[in-house]
């Protein structure tokens, strides 16, 4: 079952010009409602783009609003909520909570009880959890990269660590490039993360499966163990 998402980024669904009555009739325009920054289809921040892949994980109609696009209504919705962050998740115009509160109500099953509450004629099935990272050691990983070259490997270690120790062809991986891969990258395609000995780059790995990512593999021991390994002649630290 599918759904449409419409977005009131143009503000039209709003008639008034005062931030409360818009943020109001906004609320009242649709049993399932979020406050965002951006669009479903290009979220502006990476807890906006959590929210709409746990409503897409269940499957329910829902309407959005950028708050981006009218800053009386930024600024207004916070207090009307009384919660200071973006964004935030209506149902039957009751306020539910922000991206961590979402996320914990869907893996319980009390956002489902919800959606069930606004949309009575629909039945609701909890989405599957996140996959599981694939934590394997680099000489697998160097065969994986060998068969498949597109494969992007990611380095999470910053400019000063990647100029002691670098694999030839290791992108670094910065706020911005992440929410590049969030917003437009397909879940579908396999990541490779890669840090100095395996611990920050498994939390990223996991953060991607948890953005949706299906294939997500994780440099067990870091570029430590690769060259130990792989290729001795990158330098350890």
């Known amino acids: 079952m599918k759904f449409n998402v419409v977005s009131n980024d143009d503000g039209e669904a709003a008639a008034s010009n005062d931030p409360?009555?818009?943020i109001e009739s906004l609320v009242s325009?649709?049993?399932?409602?979020?406050f965002m920054k951006g669009s479903p289809d290009a979220p502006?921040?990476?807890?906006s783009s959590r929210v709409i892949e746990t409503l897409r994980g269940w499957n329910v109609p829902f309407e959005t609003f950028n708050v981006l696009?009218?800053?009386g209504i930024r600024h207004d919705i916070k207090e009307y909520a009384n919660w200071p962050t973006i964004p935030q998740l209506y149902v039957n115009k009751e306020f539910v909570g922000g991206c961590d509160i979402i996320e914990e109500m869907s893996g319980n099953g009390e956002l489902g009880e919800l959606f069930k509450e606004a949309h009575p004629n629909l039945e609701f099935t909890p989405p599957p959890p996140p996959v599981e990272v694939q934590n394997l050691p680099p000489e697998d990983i160097a065969e994986l990269l060998k068969k498949q070259p597109d494969i992007p490997l990611l380095d999470v270690r910053g400019p000063e660590e990647r100029a002691i120790a670098c694999v030839a062809g290791a992108r670094m991986i910065d706020q911005a490039l992440a929410q590049e891969i969030v917003n437009?990258?397909?879940p579908?395609?396999?990541l490779v993360f890669m840090c100095h000995k395996g611990g920050r780059s498994l939390q990223a790995a996991q953060y991607f499966t948890q953005q949706g990512f299906q294939n997500v593999y994780n440099v067990v021991g870091g570029?430590?163990?690769w060259s130990l390994?792989?290729?001795s002649e990158i330098p350890r630290y």
Do not use: R, Y
């Open 229 to 231: 390994t792989v290729d």
């Open 184 to 186: 437009s990258w397909d």
């Open 69 to 71: 696009s009218d800053e």
């Open 20 to 22: 409360k009555s818009q």
């Open 188 to 190: 579908n395609i396999p």
């Open 29 to 34: 325009s649709a049993p399932v409602f979020l």
């Open 223 to 225: 570029i430590d163990a």
């Open 44 to 47: 502006q921040c990476g807890f």
